[in-house]
């Protein structure tokens, strides 16, 4: 029964989605266009992965305000050791972001399945550690575009068939982590331990693991997204990413996924990112300001949590109707 419902949010969002597009087109015909469609989905294409780390992380009831500063942090260490060394192959600087971005995702996971503390405060703190790193790092200085090698700068930006390296890394990294949750071991105890921690522990998960494991996954994309971030944009600033937690925490509740943990679907997700991608491409278009665009998100997450709220009350008082039967 809750999958159906699931489903249901899902087909509804995906009709939402159209008929935005649609009012949107009729608003401003610009918006209707295979370019624009290309530029709205390569803007969205390093918030969908990101996106997909924060999903597993509140799929164990909990949460990851660090993602934002982990890009920046990732992105500027990569950005700077190319300016200063150009002779280093690309793809060792691709690992190199993976296992930055993986480290910091590792101390995260660390500080909440062996101390246990709370994946709220932890992020918290490790977001200003972070942030602060990358200023230090940085000397508050940028990485222009100038001191990009081309090479460096076309990685996300090649590609064939009209898609991009950028794009095809977001639809490859989407279908592995919904191949992982839906059909490894592993995933499927991320789902059993945020829906009941208690009854997991019963049962054998390694808690320690299936806690640590979310945010490890989650640092290692945010590393590679720190390096198509500084590559795509061709400049490693010191505020890149800012305010980037609370893009991914709107495209996961947007997309059904429950804060309580336990229920979502990789593809919920992306329709979330994917309605997010549209309705901050027509705010530019039709000239709307960046501060409107910052509360209307707020407000989007506002109002997904009171719907997936009511929809899991419904859906609790609905079981326990058919048990009492």
Known sequence: ?????????????????????????????????????????????????VAMGQFMVILIAGIDLSVGAEVALAGMSVALLHQYHPEIPIFAI????????????????????????????????????????????????W????????????????????????????????????????????????????????ASQYVGINLKKIKYL???????????????????????????????NLQTIAACVVGGVSIFGGSGTTLGVLLGVLLLGVINNALTQINISPFWQMGLQGLIILVAVIINTIMERRTQELIIRRRNL
């Open 214 to 244: 979310p945010f490890m996954l989650t640092g290692s994309i945010c590393g590679l997204v720190g390096l198509l971030w500084v590559a795509r944009y061709a400049s490693a600033q010191s505020d890149t990413a800012l305010g980037f």
């Open 1 to 49: 029964m809750f999958e159906k419902v699931l489903k249901k949010r899902e087909f509804t969002l995906f009709v939402l989605l159209v008929f935005l597009i649609v009012i949107i087109s009729l608003r401003s015909p610009r918006f209707l266009n295979i370019a624009n469609f290309r530029d709205i989905l390569d803007d969205t294409a390093l918030l969908a992965m």
């Open 94 to 141: 691709v690992l190199l972001s993976i296992l930055i971005g993986f480290s910091l995702g590792s101390f995260n996971g660390i500080l909440v399945s062996l101390l246990g503390i709370p994946p709220i405060i932890v992020t918290l703190g490790t977001m200003g550690i972070y942030r602060g790193f990358v200023f230090v790092v940085s000397g508050g200085t």
């Open 143 to 198: 990485v222009s575009a100038h001191e990009m090698s081309d090479a460096f700068k076309n990685l996300p930006r090649g590609g064939f068939l009209g898609v991009s390296n950028l794009l095809f890394a977001a639809i490859l990294c989407v279908i592995i982590f919904g191949i992982f949750l839906k059909y490894t071991r592993a995933g499927r105890e991320i789902y059993g331990v945020g829906g009941n921690e208690i």
